[in-house]
Nanobody, 120 residues
Framework: QVQLVESGGGLVQPGGSLRLSCAAS????????MGWYRQAPGKQRELVAV???????NYQDSVKGRFTISRDGAKNTVYLQMNSLKPEDTAVYYC??????????????WGQGTQVTVSS
């Protein structure tokens, strides 16, 4: 099994910054894609940013130029640097990864979520 533990959420004023972290642990043989999703109240979960195994990144249009996803491969940790935050960025942010375990099983995993609130 693979566990994802997120941290870094909180309350921030509009225009502020936060950095989310997500560490993958467990019976990991290899971690492929890692990314962040978010879900606001009454809305569906949506992709925020993803870092593909080849190093390419994809961002939701609304966060381009403000958010940056990065990864520490040695630690199986993914980060989301969020700048110029807006009230519409308020949501629960979930970490996701696609990983292969030592039992040679590959599937997606989710973290428990971390709340990000942007408000004055």
């Amino acid at each position: 099994q693979v566990q994802l533990v997120e941290s870094g959420g909180g309350l921030v004023q509009p225009g502020g910054s936060l950095r989310l972290s997500c560490a993958a642990s467990g019976s990991i043989r290899s971690v492929y894609t890692m990314g962040w999703y978010r879900q606001a109240p009454g809305k569906q979960r949506e992709l925020v940013a993803v870092l593909l195994s080849g190093g390419n990144t994809n961002y939701q249009d609304s966060v381009k130029g403000r958010f940056t996803i990065s990864r520490d491969g040695a630690k199986n940790t993914v980060y989301l640097q969020m700048n110029s935050l807006k009230p519409e960025d308020t949501a629960v942010y979930y970490c996701n990864c696609n990983a292969e375990t030592t039992r040679l099983s590959t599937r997606g995993y989710w973290g428990q979520g971390t709340q990000v609130t942007v408000s004055s």
